[in-house]
């Protein structure tokens, strides 16, 4: 049932033979990363351990489910979904069904363009650098020729990263001047992406200015000049959000949405979380696809983002 990066990527003839290779790890990955959020959760649905009669059991339950990030407006809508199929035979698997349900459909990488060009946001720290590197690192394994444009110019190591990752992925590089025009740094990717006939550009943004300019009036200001130099770009625009941060990340997805027109979000640092809930917060109350989830630092942690596996790894025992 795990998605696969052919089936993110569009390419269907080898979507069923990379799902059996690849999609029982990472489900076993993505199940130990979810362990804190899970261990919260596992008291209050037990098998045996729930009345759906008992008053006090529906208030245990919406703490743990509100301590595991979901988030009280999400944890309001689950229950009340709960209650709504009256007698609950399997707490454990109603609750797999609903939350998938909040789930909705996963996010796909539009990259019918060429070049497809994917905006990436999000504060800093929250692994921007390293998830562009990783999506570059398999969008070139499935035949996509790349180039990374470095538009956080406000940060000096962040240039470093991506030109590091870039090489590795066997990706073009752009970046710009310290403290240059970001704009223009996406404007330059473009082109060149165009020149060479690439097929997908990837650019990195600020999480935070080193000066009195405002960060989203600066990503939008990226996201024109974008739409300007190509027409119908940016196909993608990813926020990057910490799990770690919890209901911040609803914040956050909120502000950038409003920004830049978020399409799709990367939930990254599973692994070490016991805030995994908030996937279901972003998506449930923002209409927000998460299209990739990160539990750990090697290339295959991370991947294409599959409801039905979240909340199964999430919620059962």
Do not use: C
């Amino acid at each position: 049932m795990s998605r696969t990066w052919a089936e993110l990527l569009g390419d269907a003839d080898v979507a069923g033979e990379e799902a059996g290779a690849e999609a029982g790890g990472f489900f076993s990955r993505l199940r130990d990363s979810l362990g804190k959020s899970r261990r919260a959760l596992t008291e209050q649905i037990a098998a045996g351990t729930f009345d759906p009669a008992d008053d006090a059991a529906w208030e245990r339950l919406e703490e743990a489910l509100i301590a595991a990030d979901v988030g009280v407006p999400s944890t309001a809508e689950l229950v009340r979904r709960l209650e709504a199929r009256g007698e609950l035979r399997d707490l454990r698997e109603a609750l797999v069904d609903e939350a998938a349900a909040l789930l909705g459909e996963p996010g796909k990488l539009a990259l019918d363009g060429r070049p497809s060009v994917i905006l990436v946001v999000g504060v800093n720290g929250t692994g921007k650098t390293t998830t562009i590197g990783k999506l570059a690192h398999r969008l070139r394994e499935h035949g996509r020729t790349v180039v990374l444009g470095a538009a956080d110019t406000f940060r000096a190591a962040a240039e470093e990263q991506l030109e590091i990752w870039a090489d590795r992925a066997g990706a073009d590089f752009v970046g710009g001047e310290r403290g240059g025009d970001p704009a223009a740094v996406a404007y330059d990717a473009i082109e060149l992406a165009s020149d060479r006939g690439r097929d997908v550009v990837i650019v990195d943004t600020a999480g935070r200015l080193h000066t009195q300019a405002n960060l989203m009036e600066e990503l939008a200001k990226v996201r024109r000049v974008i739409a300007q130099k190509l027409d119908g770009a940016p196909h993608e625009t990813l926020l990057v959000v910490d799990a770690t941060t919890g209901q911040n990340g609803v914040q956050q997805a909120r502000l950038f949405g409003d920004a830049v027109g978020v399409t799709g979000v990367a939930l990254t640092k599973l692994d070490g979380s016991a805030k995994g809930g908030v996937a279901i917060a972003i998506a449930n109350e923002l209409g927000l696809p998460v299209t990739l989830v990160g539990v750990g630092e090697s290339l295959d942690d991370l991947r294409p983002f599959d409801p039905e596996d979240f909340a199964r790894a999430l919620l059962s025992g």
